[in-house]
């Protein structure tokens, strides 16, 4: 059977055969320690829970709005008003499934072929299919480690063309945790309106913030900002909540309607349930989120400083999300009872199969110097198995 250009174009997950080795040796008994995993160990707060069987038990459960129902729509509204200073209308946002899905609609509406999509590295692998599957092209731009991992405002200006169609942005960001301040943003939007690139701005961890730092929505610097971005979020990371599949997209009613007629002809509307549940999320207790936040940050603490004081490792402190990505590269070249480390695929290869501790390849990622490690893992794996990596990175010869 044939098979459309489309498909076979999409590369599958990278991260996908350390992953399934991964779970390979877990069911063969072995105690993997996996620092793999892109999702909150806590579980969905109770009162979310409650909020999902009322909706079952009320009947909620049938068609909603392709776009999302009223209810959860104007919890968005209220959120955005209370915690990012934005004033949408609810014609301005559309509920899909899942942040990753809000992306996908919001690329397959604004991208053509001919489009050109800025894409700041290291990124997170699914926007660089979604690209491509909404037939534009992806222009990697290599962020430096020295400058937390964001890109300036000369590197935006050097890779401006007049295809130039839409910028991701993803603070803070997955895989590095970098945050961008409100002057970098400010600095990056002037040149991005002065050249009429839209937005597109993925802030799914916008609660995930540590030491005091505030996060900062690129939307809300200005009424032009705002008008020219599509704001990405969804219920996932903050509140624990990534098999429910709710994320929602802001942006100009044109743009929201084509998202929403989009959608209706797709997945049409998310579970009804898990919009429910999603109204709860929103408009009820925060300290859940506040709770897990505050353990975040006392892992991140304590995985950073073991991490440098591995000789030979250099990890950025970052600001948010629940990943590190040190630089691994002064190990390239060594070898381990024979076995090469080139690059950071061998090594995550190696650290599996030795040190039983899964990690991903910044190859997945767009650079191939570094591993991601989540901290969304108790502290008495994390404790087990940087002590592991420690160990084996000592028999490197
Ligand atoms: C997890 C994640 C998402 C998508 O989350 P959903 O579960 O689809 O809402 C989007 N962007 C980044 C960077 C992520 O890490």
């Not at 975040?296 to 970052?318: H, Q, S």
């Not at 040190?355 to 191939?368: K, L, S, T, W």
Request: charged fraction near 20%.
């Amino acid at each position: 059977m044939r098979l459309a250009e489309r498909a076979t174009s999409i590369s599958p997950s990278p991260t996908l055969s350390i992953d399934a080795k991964a779970k390979q040796m877990k069911a063969s008994g072995v105690k993997v320690i996996s620092f793999g995993v892109g999702e909150p160990d806590f579980d969905t707060p109770q009162h979310i829970k409650d909020a999902a069987i009322v909706a079952i038990q009320e009947g909620d459960t049938r068609y909603t709005p392709a776009g999302g129902t009223l209810k959860l729509k104007q919890a968005i509204v209220e959120k955005f008003r209370r915690e990012n200073g934005l004033e949408y209308q609810t014609n301005q946002i559309v509920v899909s499934v899942g942040a990753k899905h809000s992306l996908y609609n919001a690329f397959q509406v604004l991208c053509q072929p001919g489009d050109e999509v800025i894409l700041p590295a290291p990124y997170w692998v699914s926007y660089l299919e979604q690209i491509k599957l909404a037939g534009a092209e992806a222009v990697v731009v290599q962020t430096r480690q020295e400058n937390g991992f964001k890109l300036t405002v000369d590197q935006l200006k050097a890779v401006i063309t007049p295809k130039s169609r839409v910028f991701l942005l993803n603070s803070p960001s997955n895989p590095t945790g970098g945050v961008y301040t409100k002057e970098e943003l400010t600095a990056l939007g002037e040149v991005l309106l002065q050249h009429n690139i839209t937005i597109i701005s993925d802030e799914i961890y916008e609660k995930l913030l540590y030491d005091g730092l505030e996060h900062v929505s690129i939307a809300s610097i200005s009424p032009e900002l705002k008008e020219n971005t599509v704001v990405i979020n969804g219920v996932s990371k903050a509140y624990a909540m990534t098999g429910w599949r709710i994320g929602y997209a802001a942006a100009p009613a044109p743009v929201a309607k084509a998202i929403a007629d989009l959608q209706s002809h797709s997945t049409s509307n998310p579970t009804s349930i898990a919009q429910s549940a999603s109204v709860a999320a929103l408009n009820g207790p925060q300290e859940p989120v506040q709770a897990m936040v505050a353990e975040f940050e006392k892992r991140r603490n304590y995985m950073l400083e073991r991490l440098n004081a591995i000789a030979g490792i250099t990890c950025p402190k970052p600001g948010g999300a629940f990943y590190l990505y040190p630089n691994v590269a002064t190990y390239f070249g060594k070898t381990y009872q024979g076995k090469p480390v080139n690059n950071a695929t061998d090594l995550a290869n190696l650290l599996l199969e030795i040190a039983e501790v899964a990690v991903v390849p910044g190859i997945a990622f767009g650079g191939d110097d570094f591993i991601r490690l989540s901290y969304a893992t108790s502290m008495e794996n994390i404790q087990e198995g940087i002590d592991r990596i420690e160990k084996f990175l000592g028999e490197l010869k």
